[in-house]
C-alpha cells in the first residue's frame, strides 16, 4: 500500500516562499518517479515539478527559477521549495509517485501517475 502525506501549504502574500512536504514509504520514495502537481477548480492538473531516481529533474516552465524539487533522504520526504509566489501558483498541489523512469519532456509530464496524496492548499493572496 503507497502512501503520500502532504503537508506545508497555507495562506501567503505574493513573493513570499512557502515549502511543501510529501512523506512516503521508504520503498516507494527511493523506487518512484516522485512530483509536484497542482489544480486550480476547472482546469486540468498540472506538473509543477518532478524528479527521477536518477535525481534528473523537470520544471514546468512558469515555475522555473522560483520553485525547487529535492529530497530529504534522510526522511524519505519530497519536497518543493516555492519561492517568489505569485496569485497564479494558488491551487492544491498533489503529491504522486509512478513506476520509474519519469515520462516527462520539455517540462510536461504525463499525468496518469499511479499514486496520489489527498492535496494541500496554498493560496497566494
Known amino acids: 500500500h503507497v502512501q503520500l502525506v502532504e503537508s506545508g501549504g497555507g495562506v501567503v502574500q505574493p513573493g513570499g516562499s512557502l515549502r511543501l512536504s510529501c512523506a512516503a514509504s521508504?520503498?516507494?520514495?527511493?523506487?518512484?518517479?516522485m512530483a509536484w502537481f497542482r489544480q486550480v477548480p476547472g482546469k486540468e492538473r498540472e506538473v509543477v515539478a518532478a524528479?527521477?531516481?536518477?535525481?534528473?529533474?523537470t520544471y514546468t516552465d512558469s515555475v522555473k527559477g522560483r520553485f525547487t524539487i529535492s529530497k530529504d533522504n534522510a526522511k524519505s520526504t519530497l519536497l518543493l521549495q516555492m519561492n517568489s509566489l505569485k496569485s497564479d501558483d494558488t491551487a492544491m498541489y498533489y503529491c504522486a509517485a509512478d513506476y520509474p523512469p519519469c515520462r516527462c519532456s520539455g517540462g510536461y509530464c504525463l499525468p496518469d501517475f499511479h499514486f496520489w496524496g489527498q492535496g494541500t492548499q496554498v493560496t497566494v493572496s
Open positions: 521508504r520503498d516507494t520514495y527511493r523506487s518512484s518517479c
Open positions: 524528479i527521477d531516481t536518477d535525481g534528473s529533474t
